[in-house]
């Protein structure tokens, strides 16, 4: 039994299922990240472990104790707003101290609590303002000492960077993981922005259409994504997903690739199993920095497949160049180095890390290698 | 205990039961004392009623009468007559006081609490006023002619087929001011950009209002015309204190008519069948709008 | 409303803002002249009047219509002045705005923080109460006043004032409680606070603005009413009652200076609220109208 179980929920609101049968254990400790696309139904989960919205079957338990009719303010969590929900009357301490007021709290024990938490934060210059007189930044420290205050059993995150420049969401992102760290508390979050799930759970959970896609480690979910959706929701630019004929050439399996210019492509593949699939149809999944220069490409990988094709358009992104071509019918991103010599209309050699490469049934669009 | 926390606690029960409790107390009195009371009206316009309320129902036979009445026929013809003329010239006066005082006029901030403020006054207060200064013994028409226009006329007060215009011009001086509000920010909700960019196209300053935004102006005009003709339906006070229904019945509305059919004429059942009537116009202009309104909002 | 500070990209030639300008002033003139004529004729003597011209200013100042209109002249047979009739205004329309603002504030809250299924509907058919002619509850209502005893007193018109302004007043909470984020309610929640807490530690200290608007219009709404108080005033007749009253009465001379004076005297109020206030008077008609 895990710190907050997560058993079998769903959530209808009349005859429409917004949930789908969500199972998760979340151990004391962790950092579990929920991400998906709006209406993919990771907010309403986080409002049900919230008590901000009903459980329409099956249970949640904090520490144990099914907690689905309990009103939020007995469950022992603190949440975290989008907005971050600072009471716009009253002062930074006040309002960090709001709940605790609530609670039967002595004052004594407060202000203590408070202080501490002000220390942490680095937010004591600004208990006696107002949140109309602080900064986007400063407000979400103030509504994260808000809940930690609060000292509760589970935090609740509700996208709490999504209304911060992108130069402080990167810092407001850091801190966080730097609090997880030190403070060791168990955390629910909840975010569209993949980048913050990867950087910062411990276990992601993928969701979409009200059904949870894939939960694990951020590796898992990367390296192995469960399906399609997974692998093209994580990681950006996204997964290449193109469609492949599984043949074999002196006994091994290969992706037979179609090609405009007639010349198919073959690419071997790592995974023995896909033998299994000879002659059928697939669809096979590369990240972009599976797909470089031959210079740039991975020295520990075991299976560098090169692959001619024509460049189409180049993206000079900085750190890296992308490069735009079309494989399979598909428009397909690769990722060179900078300093890559490419250029718009040239073919060009790529080196192609096979052990990287994912295969989804083209049915069921779920992974079967590896 | 683990199986006691599935239904709600007892707070979060209890939670979900005071608001109800808070709101049930207004929504009583509009179930009784609007929804009811129409009821009760509505039943009541199909009763024998005359002096006081009676239950026995005759069917039709009060609007029948109603619409045989040539009092009634005049309270409509009155009432279209003034509608459409209160209507129309507060619509037009306030649009154009607002797109002249969205020139950057200097003295804005003087000129608009100057138009506004009628529409804090009583229509007892404005019909008062109104009733004098119309007056041809006392009021303008004394006072041209003091001033040497000895042929100035301006009686129709006095005049049955002229007095309902008295009307329209105390209610256009009452409520224009607002109208002028509502345009105004309706105006000033524009966004400046599209004026720019119509003058990039080359629109003259008539051809932009004409043709961008005027029709931009489209949901101020919508509201404006809604809260002016509830507001002309229910005139009641103003009729009151500026003519007092006359001379004769020249300015009779059914407001009026009601009133004074159910308490003075001891003719209950037709008071309460025009005052249907009256509540199904108002009901056929507002519904529609709130509805769209509501809508809107989810 | 929007200040006057906007870059309107529309410029005009110069004939045209003469133009622009000089219909702005005569309109202004239109709106001010009958309170200018209200104004210099409570300041004449009744000879100045009915002799002389209404729009010249007194040769005899005066102050002597006030005096009659306040305190001494006739009001139906009565000369007791419109004072008392004042003070029942006042007496009517303070407890009626208070009930009414309180109610709405706790109805605009639950029907944007606390909604169930329906509360959609039940705000609608509130918000229809705001435009019914009340010709259409004049019977019943008269019946049901004298039923309860409440007939022709203060109580009678506090109750009927209370019951049509409650459609405004929820209106205005509930759209401005609706741009209110539902967050801090969930938050609060969360802290542990309750329906109550929730409503007079977040929501109330915010909510000083529509209140204004709430109230203003409410007010002037209810002292200038006539239909309810000519209907239902009985004995306790409100201001505007009382000042048609002494403008009609078909007795004796008309005594317009004391007549201008009483209608200076039933605008007073209101025309001194929308002095202190007026830039949330418009905001509350706005509010009452555009949207809804």
């Known amino acids: 039994m895990g710190f907050l179980d997560i058993r079998n929920v769903t959530k209808s609101y009349g005859s429409v299922k917004v949930l789908h049968q969500v199972d998760i254990e979340v151990e004391e400790g962790e950092f579990l990240v929920l991400v998906g696309p709006s209406g993919c139904g990771k907010s309403t989960l986080l409002n049900m472990i919230a008590g901000l919205e009903g459980i329409t079957s099956g249970d949640i338990a904090i520490k144990g104790r099914v907690v689905n009719g309990v009103h939020p303010s007995k469950r022992n969590i603190a949440m975290v707003f989008q907005s971050y929900a600072l009471y716009p009357n009253m002062t930074v301490g006040q309002n960090m101290t709001f709940g605790l007021e609530m609670h039967g709290v002595p004052k004594a024990e407060r202000e203590k609590a408070l202080a501490d938490v002000a220390r942490l934060l680095q937010i004591e210059n600004l208990l006696d303002r107002k949140p109309g007189q602080l900064s986007g930044g400063q407000r979400q420290r103030v509504a994260m000492g808000r809940a930690l205050v609060r000292d509760p059993d589970v935090f609740l995150f509700d996208e709490p960077l999504s209304n911060l420049d992108a130069k402080l969401r990167v810092d407001m992102r850091t801190e966080i993981k730097k609090l997880h760290e030190k403070l060791k508390t168990t955390i629910v979050y909840v975010t569209h922005d993949q980048i913050e799930a990867m950087t910062l759970s411990t276990r992601i959970a993928v969701m979409y259409r009200g059904y949870v896609q894939q939960l694990g480690t951020p590796r898992e979910i990367y390296d192995a994504p469960a399906n399609v959706y997974v692998a093209t929701f994580m990681g950006s630019p996204a997964m290449n997903v193109l469609p492949a004929r599984v043949t074999m050439r002196d006994g091994v399996p290969h992706a037979e690739i179609a090609v405009r210019d007639g010349a198919n492509r073959f690419l071997k593949f790592s995974q023995a199993n896909m033998a299994a699939w000879e002659g059928r149809e697939i669809l096979l999944g590369i990240r972009p920095e599976a797909i470089t220069d031959p210079d740039g490409a991975d020295r520990n990988s075991r299976n560098i497949v090169a692959l001619t094709n024509r460049i189409g358009v180049t993206e000079p992104a900085g750190a890296d160049t992308y490069v735009t071509m079309e494989l399979g019918g598909k428009d397909i991103v690769a990722r060179m180095r900078a300093d890559a010599n490419v250029a718009p209309g040239a073919d060009f050699e790529f080196a192609v890390n096979m052990d990287k490469a994912v295969a989804f049934d083209p049915e069921t669009e779920d992974r079967i290698a590896p | ?298 | 409303m929007a200040p006057a500070q906007q870059d309107t990209a529309v410029h005009t030639g110069r004939i045209a803002r003469t133009f622009i300008y000089v219909v702005l002033l005569v309109f202004a003139l239109f709106y001010l002249l009958p309170f200018f004529v209200m104004l210099v004729n409570s300041l004449k003597p009744l000879s100045e009047i009915t002799d002389g011209n209404m729009m010249a200013l007194p040769r005899a100042w005066t102050l002597e219509p006030w005096r009659q209109a306040w305190s001494s002249a006739q009001i139906g047979v009565q000369p007791t002045g419109l004072k008392p009739y004042f003070v029942n205004s006042l007496l009517m329309v303070v407890p009626a705005v208070a009930i009414t603002t309180v109610l709405g504030a706790l109805n605009g809250y639950v029907l944007t923080k606390w909604t169930f299924p329906g509360h959609r509907i039940i705000f609608g058919l509130l918000l229809f109460t705001c435009f019914i002619p009340f010709q259409i509850v004049l019977i019943p209502m008269a019946t049901v006043l004298g039923k309860l005893g409440l007939a022709g007193s203060i109580p009678g018109l506090i109750l009927v004032h209370c019951v049509y302004g409650i459609g405004f007043s929820t209106l205005y909470y509930r759209n401005y409680y609706a741009a209110f984020p539902t967050e801090l309610v969930r938050a609060a929640m969360i802290d542990g606070a309750g329906f109550f807490r929730i409503f007079f530690r977040i929501m109330l200290p915010v909510s000083g603005p529509i209140t204004v608007v709430s109230v203003i219009w409410l007010f002037t709404n209810i002292w200038n009413d006539f239909l309810f108080g000519a209907s239902f005033g009985g004995q306790s007749q409100p201001m505007t009652v009382a000042l048609n009253n002494l403008v009609q009465s078909s007795t004796g001379v008309k005594e317009y200076n004391v007549h201008f004076a009483g209608a200076i005297l039933a605008a007073l109020p209101t025309l001194v609220v929308y002095i202190v206030a007026g830039r949330y008077f418009v905001r509350g008609l706005m509010a009452g109208s555009v949207k809804g």
């Not at chain 2, 129902?57 to 026929?73: E, I, P, R, T």
């Not at chain 2, 003058?199 to 101020?220: E, K, N, T």
């Not at chain 2, 059919?261 to 009256?278: D, E, K, L, Q, W």
Request: charged share 15%; aromatic share 14%.
């Open chain 2, 1 to 298: 205990m683990a199986q006691a926390a599935r239904e709600p606690d007892f707070r979060t029960r209890l939670q979900e039961w005071i608001p109800k409790l808070v709101l049930s107390p207004s929504v009583a009195a509009m179930v009784v004392f609007v929804y009811g009371f129409i009821a009760f009206t509505v039943y009541l316009s199909f009763s024998d009623s005359r002096m006081l309320p009676s239950y026995d129902l005759v069917g039709f036979g009060n609007y029948a009468k109603l619409w045989g009445l040539s009092a009634w026929w005049t309270a409509i013809v009155n009432l279209g007559i003034f509608a459409s003329l209160y209507i129309v010239t507060c619509t037009a006066i306030g649009l154009v006081l607002a797109i002249f005082l969205d020139q950057k006029i200097r003295g804005e901030g003087m000129l608009r609490p100057i138009y506004l403020y009628p529409m804090a006054l009583s229509f007892i207060v404005t019909g008062t006023a109104w009733k004098w200064i119309m007056d041809p013994g006392i009021g303008i028409e004394n006072s041209m002619h003091l001033w040497g226009w000895t042929s100035f006329e301006f009686d129709w007060i006095k005049d049955r087929n002229m007095a309902i215009y008295t009307v329209v011009i105390a209610a256009v001086w009452q409520t224009s001011g607002f109208v002028m509000a509502m345009f105004l920010a309706g105006l000033r909700g524009i966004d400046n950009e599209i004026l720019k960019a119509a003058q990039i196209d080359g629109a003259s300053s008539w051809s932009l209002y004409r043709r961008i935004v005027i029709p931009l102006l489209r949901p101020a005009f919508l509201s404006a015309f809604v809260i002016l003709a509830h507001l002309a339906v229910k005139s009641y006070d103003l009729i009151v204190a500026l003519t007092g229904g006359g001379p004769g019945r020249a300015t009779e509305l059914p407001a009026t008519f009601m009133y004074s059919y159910t308490f003075t004429r001891n003719s209950m059942g037709i008071g309460a069948a025009s005052a249907v009537i009256m509540l199904m116009t108002i009901a056929a202009i507002m519904t529609p709008y709130l509805y769209a309104e509501l809508k809107e909002k989810t």
